[in-house]
């Protein structure tokens, strides 16, 4: 049995480069593990219609939503490591999801492998356009004046959006109540109706609402300002001394798949990622390209998962709340 499975294990090792020649020939699955129509989304579709044309084969995007990305990335984890299933990864269920789901049934660092990080968008603190506040220093005054009574919606426990929305609630000193949706979509129309005080959007998905006035941006979570909006200023510069939230998006496929295809999928993303109008539509929609190698792309989980597992720890946060 032993020599059997060395001969398997040799033949599959002779048998990648002859696959990735050919690959890809038939359609290939990307699952994203959040709602149509946010960011996660967007750049699935913005990169699967590339690949379409570059090789002639259909991306197919699956949105199978549920516990904070985890049940897409289980499937993929579980999925052929052939490179015909895919996953259109956020930094919330890479890095953050290990420190809140003790019982998660994949480890994102050995039933996954990096392939690049696509792109990452700095999240908006916003607020409805009607409500009595012009910047960061009043809003936190309005929630003294009010403690317990006021709402930050996130796209859903230890995204982006929630840790930014625990890091503003610790560091201002103010009580205000979580209330996690299914992606951010889910959110804006309860944000711009007032029936939430706040959130913490992704910039690409509420920019266009900023921009219609019907919500008001009051600061950008990245360390530095956004060239969306380069007049909004950063939370670091509103007096919160390393305030650094955004959220990344990146491609990863199964543990096992042949380095060729990787090698051949990375490749392909760094090319479309530098085409100047694979840029522009990026920029559009508030992100900023990555375009890492896999190496580069693995040093990053290494080094953010510790980062956030403290303040996941210092918050308290649980999955279930």
């Known amino acids: 049995m032993k020599r059997l499975r060395s001969g398997l294990a040799i033949l599959l090792l002779m048998m990648a480069p002859a696959a990735a020649q050919t690959y890809p020939d038939r359609p290939i699955r990307l699952l994203v593990g959040f709602a149509a129509g946010g960011p996660a989304d967007i750049s699935a579709r913005v990169l699967g219609d590339r690949f379409t044309e570059a090789w002639g084969q259909p991306i197919v995007i699956e949105n199978i939503t549920g516990a904070a990305g985890n049940i897409a990335t289980e499937r993929v984890a579980r999925a052929a490591p052939d490179g015909y299933t895919l996953l259109l990864a956020a930094s919330a269920t890479i890095v953050t999801n290990p420190s809140l789901y003790p019982k998660l049934t994949f480890d994102p660092v050995n039933d996954l492998t990096p392939i690049s990080q696509v792109c990452f968008t700095p999240n908006l603190l916003v607020v409805a356009s009607d409500l009595a ?21 996130s796209a859903g426990v230890g995204t982006s959006q929630h840790l930014a929305g625990e890091l503003f609630k610790t560091m201002a ?15 804006l129309p309860d944000l ?8 913490f959007g992704n910039i690409s998905a509420v920019l266009p609402l900023v921009r219609a006035g019907k919500l008001r941006a009051l600061a950008v979570t990245s ?23 955004t959220a990344w998006f990146a ?8 380095a060729p ?11 479309l990622l530098a085409l100047p109008d694979v840029r522009k539509r990026f920029d559009e929609l508030g992100m900023e390209v990555i375009g890492n190698t896999p190496a580069e792309f693995a040093a990053a989980i290494r080094l953010e998962t510790p980062q956030w597992a403290k303040v996941i720890k210092e918050a308290g946060i649980k999955p279930g709340e």
């Open 133 to 153: 506040v012009k910047n960061v220093k009043e809003l936190v005054a309005y929630a003294r004046a009010q403690p317990g009574s006021l709402t930050f919606g």
């Open 173 to 187: 000193g103010i009580d205000i109540q979580h209330v996690p949706y299914r992606g951010i979509a889910a959110v």
């Open 192 to 199: 711009v109706g007032g029936r939430l005080t706040m959130a």
């Open 223 to 245: 360390a530095r300002r956004s060239a969306s909006m380069p007049d909004l200023p950063t939370m670091i510069e509103e007096g919160f001394a390393g305030f650094d939230s």
């Open 251 to 258: 491609l990863m496929a199964p543990a096992g798949t042949p």
């Open 261 to 271: 295809v990787i090698a051949k999928l990375h490749a392909e993303t760094a090319r």
